[in-house]
């Protein structure tokens, strides 16, 4: 027996798979650049917040801050918050929470697409420039 059969499926039904919404409700912080990272809309529809910072891996003299920011003291082991406490949300428990949520706010969407990616092209393996290559010309003309 599986325990699926034992238990029952963990979700009632599955959802429908699609993009996740990367401008207000699955974002990410700023750490390289201002133009590609970040986020837009409102605070209250973040869903997700990426930290982007490799596992405090931040290249500083890259970064835009100069600096690493360790987020993960900031929102998870931080004395000013109850993390149990839903009905306040974590920008409002603590100040510079929402001060770093606003400094990472862009004013609007990229206005192209731009990779995702800080390592030379020409670093690339074969087959990751061939996927790119493929994936760009599926998209079709800009």
């Known amino acids: 027996l599986s325990r699926y ?3 029952g499926s963990p979700v009632g039904r599955v959802p429908r ?6 401008l207000n409700e699955f974002v990410t912080s700023t750490v390289y650049s201002t133009e590609a990272q970040g986020w837009t809309g409102d ?3 973040i869903v997700i917040y990426h930290f982007l910072d490799g596992i405090g891996g ?3 003299h890259k970064a835009v801050q100069g600096k690493y920011v360790n987020l993960y003291d900031l929102f998870y082991d931080n004395p000013a918050l109850n993390l149990s406490d ?3 949300p974590l920008w409002v428990q603590d100040p510079l929470i929402q001060q770093h949520l606003l400094w990472s706010r862009q004013p609007g969407p990229p206005t192209e697409e731009l990779l995702c990616s800080f390592v030379e092209h020409a670093a690339w393996p074969g087959w ?3 996927q790119r290559q493929e994936v760009l010309r599926s998209l079709g003309p800009a």
């Open 5 to 7: 059969e034992v238990f």
């Open 17 to 22: 798979w699609t993009f996740l919404d990367p």
């Open 43 to 45: 605070m209250a529809g």
């Open 58 to 60: 931040v290249d500083e």
């Open 86 to 88: 839903t009905s306040r």
């Open 128 to 130: 990751k420039r061939k």
